[in-house]
């Protein structure tokens, strides 16, 4: 592999953590609830679900969907029953009050954080399909373990840093005080969203 491919393929992938999906939300909500300390495990989760399909699409897991169509379609499934029952969560507990003291006391554990990044992540299909698609084709065959470890270091690191910044904007003071007072309208429309994009995901 050259550092041109490398750098495609990374600049490939920058663009596609960046674009808007369930990670992206989850990590906006969380900043604006819970604040950037409990935002940064949550994107240290997105990274490592992208990294685990990233490795799934370079040793075949995209192969596998190909051959067995109905596999992905049931995997698709039960990515969107996942994201909509988070939708349906954030729904029923809109209602509740913001404690706005606690910010320096994130009411979710660092593990917690981290595992529903990894779940929001491992449930959503778009990493699937982007890393079985378009990633593998900026991967040369034959590319030797080194470079495959930097590009896992690569996937790491874009998606991280692209959550990272989004939890950073929503935890800041103003977005945080504007959200405690519109707080059971802009829940119920992250869950909407989230429960499109389920939906989305199951019906395409």
């Known amino acids: 592999m050259t550092l041109a491919a490398f750098a495609a393929a990374w600049l490939i992938h920058l663009l596609a953590a960046a674009s808007p999906g369930p990670a992206i939300l989850m990590s906006a909500r969380t900043g ?22 990233a490795m ?12 067995a169509p109905a596999l992905f379609r049931g995997f698709k499934v039960m990515g969107a029953l996942v994201l909509i029952w988070m939708a349906v969560q954030m729904w029923r507990h809109a209602p509740e009050r913001l404690d706005m003291e606690s910010r320096g006391r994130p009411p979710r554990g660092a593990g917690s954080a981290l595992r529903l990044g ?19 084709g900026t991967v040369p065959p034959g590319t030797s373990l080194p ?17 990272l910044v989004v939890a950073r904007v929503f935890s800041f003071e103003g977005p945080r005080r504007a959200y405690a007072r519109l ?3 802009v829940d119920r429309a992250f869950g ?13």
């Not at 470079?147 to 959550?163: Q, T």
């Open 147 to 163: 470079w495959v470890g930097a590009l896992m270091a690569m996937v790491l690191a874009n998606e991280v840093f692209c959550n």
């Open 192 to 204: 909407g969203v989230l429960a499109l994009l389920g939906l989305k995901i199951a019906l395409t």
């Open 56 to 67: 799934a699409a370079l040793f075949g897991l995209a192969a596998v969907f190909h051959v």
């Open 118 to 136: 990894l779940v929001t992540q491992l449930a959503n299909p778009k990493p699937a399909v982007f890393f079985g698609a378009v990633f593998v």
């Open 32 to 53: 604006v609830t819970e604040g950037f300390r409990t935002g940064a495990w949550l994107a240290l989760g997105i990274g490592f679900g992208a990294v685990v399909w």
């Open 183 to 185: 707080k059971t309208g």
